[in-house]
């Protein structure tokens, strides 16, 4: 079971990447409005400039998916339900949420969905 040290700096690590990916979207929008507004004569540069918005808008929604993830995981610590896998209800490895720490499975049931959605 997960101690109150434990979920102190799993809680602070959760925060201060939320915090950094929304610092990241920020600038990341805002570089992108500069994008648009630029007055784009040739396709040469229309070409380059749609395929680094490609690049950013992937990045921006991966990382709009793990921000989810993350306010999930911090809905789940006032909850007491932070490391408690969603499926099977065992508790998820501490090591495995301090690689991952907005796991919501435990290695096992990750595996089994995994498998399913091959
Ligand atoms: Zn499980």
Known sequence: ????EDIKFFKTA?????DR????????????????SNDLRDEAD????SLGRAVDNAILT?????????ELALGKISENLYGICEM???????ERLKVKI???YCI???EVIEKEHK
Do not use: V
């Open 1 to 4: 079971m997960l101690n109150t």
């Open 14 to 18: 959760l925060e201060a990447r939320r």
């Open 21 to 36: 990916i929304k610092k990241n979207l920020n600038i990341t929008t805002e570089e992108m409005n500069g994008l648009n």
């Open 46 to 49: 229309f070409a380059s400039t």
């Open 62 to 70: 991966q990382q709009a998916n793990e921000l989810a993830e993350i």
């Open 88 to 94: 099977c209800e065992e508790e998820i490895n501490i």
């Open 102 to 104: 907005f796991a919501r």
């Open 108 to 110: 096992t049931c990750r």
